[in-house]
T-cell receptor
Framework: GAGVSQSPSNKVTEKGKDVELRCDPI?????LYWYRQSLGQGLEFLIY????????KSGLPSDRFSAERTGGSVSTLTIQRTQQEDSAVYLC????????????????FGPGTRLTVL | GQNIDQPTEMTATEGAIVQINCTYQ??????LFWYQQHAGEAPTFLSY????GLEEKGRFSSFLSRSKGYSYLLLKELQMKDSASYLC?????????FGPGTRLSVLP
């Protein structure tokens, strides 16, 4: 079946402009995650959505970053007034949700959006 | 926050065996994942451990010790295509914390 998709694949923007990044999770996956990965670095958690619960925003680096998830499916990550340090690959992942217990479902990643802020 | 440690880089020879270690904080631990990430690509799932012991999947095996906060990924019969970064990720409930990744170079 279809995997996680993200758009655009590449985005070049000027400092100070706003950008929107889109993620389409795997159908039926109720959990959705956003990460960013700077060149040669590990994954940095940004935000987590689970069903209709309030999102976990603890990883957002500043109030310029926000995310929405409409209808429990598609998610949009918005970065306002972009800065050069926002340049990175933004990865989205989705998974099934299993109530807290012994097991946790694996995440499936999209191909990412490479953001370059000039 | 939760700290996850992995070696930054490793080098091995084609056909050999390599072990990539990962240590993590045990408080709130739920399970541990290993992902492979080739340069310029998204991470892909390799293995998942929730109980102590060794999980084997073909050339790849993953080991977990919950009490020690320790895991390793074992790659056998290395191939050139195994050159990639290997990410250790720990789930604490539904939160995932990724390690910095280990860049493995397989030499002919």
């Amino acid at each position: 079946g279809a995997g996680v998709s993200q758009s655009p694949s590449n985005k070049v923007t000027e400092k100070g402009k706003d950008v929107e990044l889109r993620c389409d999770p795997i159908s039926g996956h109720t959990a959705l995650y956003w990460y960013r990965q700077s060149l040669g670095q590990g994954l940095e958690f940004l935000i987590y959505f689970q069903g209709n619960s309030a999102p976990d925003k603890s990883g957002l680096p500043s109030d310029r970053f926000s995310a929405e998830r409409t209808g429990g499916s598609v998610s949009t990550l918005t970065i306002q007034r972009t800065q050069q340090e926002d340049s990175a690959v933004y990865l989205c992942a989705s998974s099934f949700y299993i109530p807290r217990g012994v097991y946790t479902d694996t995440q499936y990643f999209g191909p990412g959006t490479r953001l370059t802020v000039l | 926050g939760q700290n996850i440690d992995q070696p930054t880089e490793m080098t091995a020879t084609e056909g050999a065996i390599v072990q990539i270690n990962c240590t993590y904080q045990t408080s709130g631990f739920n399970g541990l994942f290993w992902y492979q990430q080739h340069a310029g690509e998204a991470p892909t799932f390799l293995s998942y451990n929730v109980l102590d012991g060794l999980e084997e999947k073909g050339r790849f095996s993953s080991f977990l010790s919950r009490s020690k906060g320790y895991s390793y990924l074992l790659l056998k019969e290395l191939q050139m295509k195994d050159s990639a970064s290997y990410l250790c990720a720990v789930s604490y409930g539904q939160n995932f914390v990724f390690g910095p990744g280990t860049r493995l170079s397989v030499l002919p």
